[in-house]
């Protein structure tokens, strides 16, 4: 079993930044594929970004050139920076694991998911 802990969302002015971090415990997720996928109200969950095991990575077009994935295996911990951000960005941002190495957009392949966090980007 993977548990997942997001943190690092708020409220932030449009043009902000913000880093969200997803740390992992019970398992080392240096063998995992990872992503970042966000819910906006009465929305569907959209996939954000991915990272594999050789920290290939993969972006959503929405977000490509502002946000950015990474992963510390010794901390055991995935990162998403966030660049200019922008009101559309607002959402709940969720974490998901899953052992493999790949890069995944579909959010039903990943088998772990943590509890989200809520960014807020105000105009």
């Known amino acids: 079993q993977v548990q997942l802990v997001e943190s690092g969302g708020g409220l932030v002015q449009a043009g902000g930044s913000l880093r969200l971090s997803c740390a992992a415990s019970?398992?080392?997720?240096?063998?995992?594929?990872m992503g970042w996928f966000r819910q906006a109200p009465g929305k569907d969950r959209d996939f954000v970004a991915a990272?594999?095991?050789?920290?290939?990575?993969y972006y959503a077009a929405s977000v490509k050139g502002r946000f950015t994935i990474s992963r510390d295996n010794a901390k055991n911990t995935v990162y998403l920076q966030m660049n200019s951000l922008k009101p559309e960005d607002t959402a709940v941002y969720y974490c998901?694991?899953?052992?493999?190495?790949?890069?995944?957009?579909?959010?039903?392949?990943?088998?772990?998911w943590g509890q989200g966090t809520q960014v807020t980007v105000s105009s």
């Open positions: 998901a694991a899953d052992y493999g190495d790949y890069t995944s957009t579909r959010p039903d392949v990943y088998e772990y």
């Open positions: 019970g398992r080392t997720v240096s063998s995992y594929a």
């Open positions: 990272i594999n095991w050789g920290r290939g990575t």
